[in-house]
């Protein structure tokens, strides 16, 4: 199993950034896929979580309404469309495939590694 995020980088407040995970050495269709990010000093927090059965999707609340999670099977890659960037959005983005989205953050197996995300002006 290989997951390699992509796609981050530095922007303004206010502004959109998209994040690619490529995942390889297992068919994405059958698993769940999440995001997760973790800034300086504080806990992991999963922004996002998508079904393999039926697509729905899951958002922390801080990130509602502003971050969209996609999943293109085809190319074995899920995305993580984020607007509205806030400085408290800066992190280090991780994907990880989690056994369900039901699954606790501590109990996860597989992850990649992470794209930073800077929100500053």
């Known amino acids: 199993v290989q997951l390699q995020a992509s796609g981050g980088g530095l922007v303004q407040p206010g502004g959109s950034l998209r994040l690619s995970c490529a995942a390889s050495?297992?068919?994405?269709?059958?698993?769940?896929m999440s995001w997760f990010r973790q800034a300086p000093g504080k806990e992991r927090e999963v922004v996002s979580c998508?079904?393999?059965?039926?697509?729905?999707?899951y958002y922390a609340d801080s990130v509602q309404g502003r971050f969209t999670i996609s999943r293109d099977n085809l190319k074995n890659t899920v995305y993580l469309q984020m607007n509205s960037l806030k400085p408290e959005d800066t992190a280090v983005y991780y994907c990880?495939?989690?056994?369900?989205?039901?699954?606790?953050?501590?109990?996860?197996?597989?992850w990649g590694q992470g794209t930073q995300v800077t929100v500053s002006s």
């Open positions: 998508i079904e393999s059965s039926d697509g729905t999707t």
């Open positions: 990880a495939r989690p056994l369900g989205c039901w699954q606790s953050i501590d109990r996860y197996d597989y």
């Open positions: 050495g297992f068919t994405l269709d059958y698993y769940a």
